[in-house]
């Protein structure tokens, strides 16, 4: 065998016993991957959230629909709104408005009165601000006529969350003003919703001067 034939011969069997290279990840590289991925996820959180918050708040707008709904085909059948609490002649609470409204709302009633935003389904959440000049009087009902500021200017239900401490679905101006400054009204950022006279709904920022706010309640003042 000649000298170039072994020398080949030596090269080929230094190449098959080289062993392959290991494939290694320097620590910078290992760095990158940790500190490049959480990135993305990172940036899609709040657009995630903001998103989800929109659908609620729009499912909540449209639950509030089926029950403005529900109170007009209430008036369409008796002529008036229903009274915020009926009581007996001792004083005691007979019905409450969404009791007498309860047989125009969809099979679940309990689910429609409630925010889908609220740790329980069951909690109602739309309540009749009482006052005698407002839509909801003391012991009286209102007709659609009795509204002469405008029915589209003028709150039939606002949007409370939470125990009031008041009677079911009632809520005193006075209370409702304590948690419209407070900011705690609903479980929306930034106001809550409103159903007007007219069958539509409008989401009120928590910035509305409170003298139109509570223009925007009474019923007959020429304002």
């Known amino acids: 065998m000649t000298t170039i034939e072994n020398e080949r011969r030596d090269d ?3 190449q098959e016993a080289a062993p392959p ?3 290694r990840i320097g620590v910078r590289g290992v760095m990158v991957s940790v500190t490049v991925i959480p990135g993305p996820v990172a ?16 499912e909540c707008a449209h639950h509030m629909r089926h029950v403005r709904i529900a109170l007009h085909n209430h008036a369409a059948m008796f002529g008036r709104f229903p009274q915020a609490t009926t009581r007996d002649a001792a004083g005691r609470p007979v019905s409450t408005w969404r009791s007498d409204v309860a047989p125009y709302l969809p ?4 689910n429609v009165l409630a925010c889908p935003c609220e740790d329980d389904p069951n909690d109602a959440v739309f309540r009749a601000v009482v006052r005698d000049d407002f839509v909801w009087r003391e012991g009286g009902s209102v007709a659609i006529d009795d509204v002469t500021d405008g029915t589209s200017n003028t709150i039939m239900l606002v949007e409370c969350c939470g125990d009031t401490g008041e009677m079911p679905g009632e809520l005193t101006f006075e209370a409702f003003m304590e948690r419209f400054r407070a900011r705690d009204l609903s479980c929306h950022p930034g106001g809550f919703h409103a159903a007007m006279v007219d ?25």
């Open 107 to 110: 099979a679940d009633p309990a």
């Open 199 to 223: 069958g539509s709904t409008r989401f009120l920022s928590y910035d509305t001067d409170p003298k139109v706010l509570e223009a925007m309640f009474t019923i007959a003042a020429e304002d």
């Open 12 to 14: 080929g069997l230094r």
């Open 21 to 23: 290279r290991p494939n």
């Open 43 to 58: 940036t899609l959180v709040p657009g995630i959230q903001t998103a989800r918050g929109q659908s609620r708040r729009a």
